[in-house]
């Protein structure tokens, strides 16, 4: 076992399962170089939780913050001009959404063709992975962690790799429904940009494609077996370093 | 798939805008202070590190309860505490960076910055006062002093934290453990300079 400063951080943090901490525990007493390294952190932990001092809120802090509240709750009579101007909003957004479905609507017509349909539905899982909290459902940089919590939930065994060292770091996988199948999206991170890496089995049609989307690039290409989709706002030329390295 | 969903989406949203609030005003509020006002300690401390003054705290603070109590229908339950640290956290990074435009437009004075002797002697019975770390603690980058004093003062866990900063997990704990290096080399290097 090598005794990582994010192992011994993630011990004084608690955030280590009852056998990580096992095993830990019994690396340290046997290396007197992890067990400086941990003493110095617990330590530092002590210092900053003695010295640093807990700020409550003051006193009258709640009782304001409830008074200005009950003034925002109080609702407007039905005639007041702020409840006529809230209806007047309402229909000029209701306005403004339909021609924006109708508008949308038609452009979805317009590109209907199969590579645009795929490559929206990335576009979107990738935005809602970025805005929900859904972006991990394993949150793990370690490859032989991932790679195993995908079975049993995929029909296929992805390809996980970590590629740390490249510069793409990976923070972890998840499951997604894509066109009609579930597939497997891993998460790698570039600086501070997120790489989703969507993979499925089958071979892509057409081969390799360069596409971008809302300002967001996207590179699909295969191996034979599976059908690989790196979606992010990083630049082509980096997407296509993730691709050589995939292959 | 989706173009099926879109108008389904158009009635309900306007029926959400013409609708009559579905809970009562009042209970909303009693609502909103059974499960979000409890935390006001939490949000309090965050906002207090994050600004460096009591005053400006107390700013943040009342805006982001209201703002927290507007967006209060689209709390789903669930981490009451995750989910006010987010609007604070926002809110101290709106702030500042209002602050940020005004101080850039105030010309940077010498006169009034360079700290006179009296103000100094003051200055350094400050930082023994307060103490080493704590001085070291408000020098941090604001990214990492907001996941310490999450961390090591909320006691909140990487995944509490990831979901009240929006940060992935590993960026959590990086920025943790970087905060923690820069603590010790800042404790050393003003130990030799008071020295």
Not at chain 1, 44 to 52: D, V
Not at chain 1, 100 to 122: G, H, Y
Not at chain 1, 135 to 148: F, G, R
Request: aromatic residues 8%; glycine residues 6%.
């Amino acid at each position: 076992m090598n005794c990582s400063p994010d192992l011994m951080e993630a011990y004084v943090d608690n955030e280590l399962d009852a056998s990580q901490r096992a095993a830990l525990e019994q690396h340290l007493a046997a290396c007197s170089a992890c067990s400086d390294a941990l003493a110095r952190l617990q330590t530092l932990q002590g210092e900053i939780r003695a010295s640093a001092p807990y700020f409550k809120a003051p006193s009258g802090l709640r009782a304001s913050i409830v008074d200005t509240l009950r003034q925002e709750a109080a609702p407007p009579s039905a005639s007041s001009p702020q409840a006529v101007l809230n209806l007047w909003r309402g229909i000029a957004i209701a306005g403004v959404l339909l021609v924006a479905s109708l508008s949308w609507n038609l452009a979805q017509l317009r590109m209907k063709t199969r590579p645009d349909q795929i490559a929206q539905e990335l576009v979107g899982d990738h935005i809602r992975s970025l805005i929900g909290t859904h972006l991990l459902d394993v949150p793990s940089s370690d490859q032989h962690t991932v790679k195993p919590w995908f079975a049993g939930k995929l029909d296929f065994s992805p390809d996980v790799r970590d590629l740390s060292a490249q510069g793409f770091p990976l923070d972890g996988g998840r499951v997604e429904y894509l066109s009609g199948r579930r597939v497997a999206a891993l998460v790698f991170h570039r600086r501070l940009h997120v790489i989703n890496l969507f993979i499925w089995p089958g071979a892509l049609p057409g081969g390799e494609k360069h596409l971008a989307r809302d300002g967001y690039n996207l590179l699909g290409w295969s191996d034979g077996v599976m059908t690989y989709w790196a979606v992010s706002d990083v630049s082509p030329p980096e997407l296509e370093t993730l691709r050589a390295l995939y292959r | 798939m989706l173009k099926e969903r879109a108008p389904a989406r158009l009635v309900s949203l306007s029926v959400r805008l013409f609708r009559k609030p579905a809970v009562p005003v009042q209970s909303r509020l009693e609502l909103f202070e059974e499960t979000i006002l409890p935390h006001l300690d939490s949000a309090y401390n965050l906002a207090r590190w994050l600004m460096r003054s009591d005053a400006d705290a107390d700013d943040v603070v009342q805006e982001s309860c209201l703002r927290a109590f507007r967006f209060f229908d689209g709390f789903r339950g669930g981490d009451g505490k995750a989910w006010l640290i987010e609007i604070v956290r926002n809110t101290a990074r709106t702030f500042q960076q209002r602050r940020g435009r005004d101080s850039a437009a105030v010309p940077f004075d010498e006169t009034t910055h360079t700290l006179g002797a009296p103000d100094l002697e003051q200055h350094v019975a400050d930082r023994e006062r307060v103490g080493l770390l704590h001085h070291c603690i408000e020098r941090l980058p604001v990214d990492f002093r907001e996941v310490l004093v999450l961390r090591e003062l909320e006691e909140m866990s990487y995944r509490e934290i990831a979901s009240a900063t929006g940060l992935a997990i590993g960026t959590v704990m990086s920025r943790l453990s970087r905060a923690r290096k820069r603590l010790e080399d800042c404790a050393h290097r003003t130990e030799e300079v008071s020295q």
